[in-house]
């Protein structure tokens, strides 16, 4: 860690020396994903720490876990005149109460006073809003695949699943490891279905229809939906979730899985920090692959770069501020400092990054990403927050038997 540091700062004082005039002694409010759990954490407050040395500059650091409650005080934030001066936040859906309220500045208004912005980026990789304007300077992007305990499954004498991994292996695997006094699954439906959700609508589908949004739980759309939350339920009544999957934080269940006691857990690229973080034998960890069934394969992923940073017209339009965020979003999204965040990650860079030094559950991953054969992003981004958290929220509800998977759907749907 102190070591990524180190050379993160030999960087910026080599490359990334303020480019701008500032009115030094600026402080910046600065809001991002990077709370104190993140495995990028070390990373982004070695390069704010890199960027006040270098410009005089101070940043407030407002930054939090990235949760449905996070996003919501971003928003209020917004609508009562309280938001930061920088902000990284998701680029779909979520950000569009504040883009269509004209509360952040466009890429093309920036650029035409400061030219070079975000040139470092692939322009076809920058998200598009609504009104067909960029407005956030990507970061990392995401991948979301299964994790596995290498010991769970050599005490229960299961192989880690390969590229070609079907359903049906993965239901007798979980059988198996039922069997063997081992949870096969460590999720928590009560906070973190959507990586289940995501990977089995796919599952009823396929790569190139997962972006498809249904009109109701009757149509072919609804249907692929149904039938994926149908096979959550059926992983639910066969035990193959904690015991307490719909009492259980999020914490809890990760933690089942990293002391020994879970095999699978679905999750995403920044997981790979928190078990390096956190592990007591990062060996015993690896990334492997979502089992496929009918026409989707195993090797068909989720992922793609779904956060960026936003510079505020609250801050565009303070004279002293400007540039002094205009430089925070431009050091923070350099070649040098985004290749401190990206191990295996989806980037916009042009040049690529340039990561060193993978341990072994990052080569794990790189070398699983190498046998990707397709990427697609995750549809709930295309849903509303309040859809999103109606139609999670009834996922306990349509595995215990309380409501059907068809009016969990028409239930949010209702409300998107």
């Known amino acids: 860690m102190k070591k990524s540091a180190l050379i993160l700062g030999l960087a910026l004082t080599m490359s990334l020396a303020p480019t701008l005039a500032f009115a030094s ?33 101070k940043v407030n650091d407002g930054s939090a876990t990235s949760n449905e409650e996070w996003k919501a005080k971003v928003l209020t934030d917004f609508e009562t005149g309280s938001e930061p001066d920088v902000l990284f936040y998701f680029t779909n859906a979520d950000a569009e109460p504040f883009v269509s309220a004209g509360k952040v500045v466009s890429i093309d208004e920036i650029r035409a006073e400061y ?3 975000a040139t470092n980026m692939k322009e076809s990789m920058m998200a598009v809003a609504a009104d067909g304007k960029q407005y956030s300077v990507p970061s990392s992007g995401y991948w ?37 006094g081992y949870t096969p699954i460590a999720c928590s439906l009560v906070e973190v279905p959507h990586y289940w959700f995501e ?59 990293n002391s020994g006691e879970a095999a699978f857990l679905i999750d995403g690229s920044w997981k790979v920090g928190y078990f390096t973080e956190n592990a007591a034998d990062l060996d015993d960890f690896a990334i492997a692959y979502v089992p496929g069934k009918g026409e989707r394969s195993a090797t068909e992923a989720i992922g793609g770069i779904s956060m960026g940073y936003f510079i505020t017209t609250k801050a565009w339009n303070d004279p002293e501020k400007r540039e002094a965020a205009v430089e925070f979003v431009s050091q923070l999204t350099s070649d040098e400092v985004l290749s401190t965040f990206v191990t295996t990650e989806v980037t916009a860079l042009v040049n690529g990054a340039s990561p060193a030094g993978l341990n072994s559950l990052q080569q794990s991953a790189a070398d699983t990403n190498a046998n990707i054969t397709a990427i697609v992003g995750a549809v709930q981004d295309t849903l509303t927050a309040e859809a999103r958290g109606d139609l999670f929220a009834n996922i306990q509800n349509v595995v215990t038997g309380k409501m059907t998977a068809e009016e969990a759907i028409d239930s949010a749907l209702a409300l998107n």
Not at 163 to 178: G, H, R, S, V
């Open 115 to 117: 030219p070079d912005y």
């Open 25 to 57: 002694g600026t402080t910046l409010n600065v809001v991002t994903s990077y709370g104190g759990d993140d495995g990028n954490r070390a990373n982004f407050e070695a390069a704010v720490k890199a960027y006040e040395e270098s410009t005089g500059n």
């Open 144 to 180: 979301e695949n299964m994790f596995v305990n290498k010991a769970v499954l050599e005490d229960c004498g299961v192989e880690v699943p390969g590229p070609d991994y079907t359903w049906d292996q993965f239901l007798a695997d979980c059988e198996t490891i039922k069997e063997e």
């Open 199 to 257: 990977f089995m609508v796919m599952n009823n589908g396929t790569v190139e229809n997962h972006l498809d949004l249904p009109e109701s739980s009757e149509d072919e759309v609804g249907a692929k939906w149904a039938a994926g939350l149908n096979d959550i339920k059926a992983l639910y009544e066969a035990g193959y979730f904690p015991e307490n999957t719909l009492t259980a934080s999020d914490a809890e269940t990760v933690e089942l899985f």
